[in-house]
């Protein structure tokens, strides 16, 4: 990797592909599913060794419920044990780990499971890593408003008194700054409903590379275009 580069403090990353690459290999979906499990464990060490604070993905969204039972019953399953792992590993990379999304539709075993998680991993210093479990953006929104709303019924706050950062301070990312850079794998240019709000000003890397091929190697390559753009955020820079 180039010296003195521009290193994106938040990266979130759409984690795609898995089920194609595993296609490909002749192999069944849930196969990719659990590769792109231990991609995930690669990079988070690749993303702190790089000097990024904050790392982001997006594991399963609200519209994933409508995939074939029995992918979705696969998917559960490597979540937990993917959990049930963590701590050990998070402990040891003092990394801190948190969970967005709407968290009652999950099971109770896993609803434990991120709770435990999130309660042993709290006092870390290192990087922050997030996995978004049955999240939505629009559903986050909405739940942030629910929430804005319910104050000015309350006679809380008049509805003059809403500003962006109180939205931002409602929201399931509350505790996180808003991403620098987004990346999307397996040559998908959509952001697909995930952090609509918060990466109003990110940057956007997309590339053809599935998932579970996604490596240090390519993640230098996606903070390398980074690192050459001039971010503006709506103004002029000289």
């Excluded at 192999?27 to 792109?36: I, K, T």
């Excluded at 995939?67 to 998917?75: H, Y």
Aim: hydrophobic fraction near 35%; glycine fraction near 6%.
């Amino acid at each position: 990797m180039e010296e003195n580069l521009n290193i994106p403090a938040h990266v979130a990353i759409i984690l795609d592909g898995n089920g194609r690459w595993a296609k490909e290999k002749g192999m069944p979906r849930n196969y990719g599913h659990m590769q792109g499990a231990k991609a995930v464990e690669d990079i988070l060490v690749d993303a702190r060794d790089m000097g990024i604070k904050y790392l982001t993905v997006y594991a399963f969204s609200t519209e994933n419920w409508s995939r074939p039972e029995a992918e979705v019953s696969a998917l559960m399953t490597i979540l937990r044990n993917y959990l049930k792992t963590s701590i050990k590993k998070s402990m040891k990379n003092n990394v801190r780990c948190r969970v967005i999304g709407e968290r009652s539709k999950l099971s109770a075993d896993i609803q434990d499971a991120i709770n435990e998680l999130e309660e042993a991993t709290k006092d870390n210093t290192g990087l922050t890593f997030t996995i978004a479990i049955n999240y939505g953006s629009r559903d986050e929104i909405t739940r942030a408003v629910r929430k804005v709303a319910d104050k000015v019924a309350a006679g809380e706050i008049a509805s003059s008194d809403i500003t962006e950062q109180m939205i931002t301070e409602n929201l399931d990312t509350n505790f996180l700054p808003d991403p620098d850079l987004l990346i999307r794998t397996c040559n998908e240019q959509r952001i697909s409903n995930f952090l609509l709000w918060q990466c109003a000003y990110a940057e956007f890397y997309y590339t053809p590379v599935a998932w579970p091929d996604f490596n240090k190697a390519e993640l230098e390559k996606a903070v390398e275009s980074y690192s050459g753009r001039n971010r503006k955020f709506g103004g002029l820079k000289t």
